[in-house]
Every structure is written in C-alpha cells, then in structure tokens.
C-alpha cells in the first residue's frame, strides 16, 4: 500500500547548470524567485511519477489534501537543516498535506546519520527511494479495514510519525483498495472512477 519510489526527476544539462548557478544553497535557495522555473518542473515530474499517492501514506492527495513537494531531508529546520540537499532528486517527493503538516513530518529532523553524499545517509524512517518498503512493512488486508504494521525501527517510527495505524487511515487505505480493485475489474472509464472517488473520499 506504500510503496518504494523507483523513479526520481532529472534535469537537462542547462536546467543542471541553473541549479549549480544558485550555489552554495541556503535555508532559502529553494524558494527564491530564480529557483522558481525548476520547482514548477521537479513538481510536474513528481506528480506523473506518483500518480497522486502520497510518498509517506500512499493515500491518494484527494483523501488527505493536495500534494506538496516534500523535502524527506528538511532544507529548513533548524537546529537540524540540511540546505545541501535542496535539489537532490532522492530528496524530492510528492506527500500530501496531512503528512508534510507541523502535526506529522513537518521539520523533522529524518536523519540519523549524516554523510555529505545523500545516498551514504542513513535515516530515522522509511525512505520513500532508499528503503525496500517490503521490508519494512507488513499488511493485513480486509474489506474494511487495511491494517498497518512495522517490522523495523524505520518502519516502527514511520507509523508513529505519520500515524499510520490510525483508524482514519486504516479504513481510507481499504476505501482506496476497493477502488482500485473496482477500476482494475471493470476497466472503467475516467468520469466514473471521478465519480466513484468523490463518493469514497475519506474525511476527518
């Protein structure tokens, strides 16, 4: 139900060449006014690559707000913040809103071991590129409810953080299986499943 990321955003040689232009980054490099053609462009990637799930739940943004472009390693967070990873395509995520809220991820310190080569870092939680979410995870899948349970400390704190096994979250993830099993056995037709997430969208 939460899956690993396969796909990160990639960058011609002059869209490269225009974040290099914008070092050294600090706190606030990512949202200056000369950052802003290449946010537009990562955000585009992240949204075809993730098909509307959240990195962090895998809930669809429609079931917990819009999606939003989620730094996994904060760029602002002092006394733990680490601008040096503001364009690092393994840092850059679609989460939705409830998940990147100051409720849940917010600035959250994610690291646990910090190494100046992004993929040498180790983290506090699952990571949506890094971790093999099938080792992390395990599912018990009913027609109502779609439990959640953690097989690591990753795992453990990623369900804390996030509450994961949260009742609203629990019966959203099953609403969304059913849908997705009604539009993989029918095969049906856009406004239909439009129609079938407005009736199935989870609130609050």
Known sequence: MINQLTQTFTLTPAQQAAVNALMPFT????ESYAAHDIRDLIGVQLRNFQNGKCCF??????E???????????????????????????????ACQLCNSSTMKGQYNSIDIHNANYGNCTFKIVHPYLHNHA?????????????????????KESIRLFKLAEE????????????????????????????????LTFRN
């Open 57 to 62: 739940c895998g809930l669809l943004y429609d």
């Open 135 to 155: 080792l992390h995870y395990r599912w018990n899948h009913g027609l109502l409810r779609v439990v959640i349970t953690g097989i690591t400390n990753e795992a």
């Open 64 to 94: 917990t707000g819009r999606g939003e472009i989620e730094h996994i390693a904060p760029k602002k967070a002092r006394p733990n913040e680490y601008p040096e990873f503001s364009f690092s395509p393994q840092n850059l995520a679609m």
């Open 27 to 30: 706190r606030d490099t990512w």
């Open 168 to 199: 609203h979250r629990t019966t959203a993830r099953a609403k969304q299986k059913n849908q997705e099993r009604l539009v993989t056995l029918y095969n049906l037709p856009q406004n239909t499943i439009d129609r079938i997430k407005r009736a």
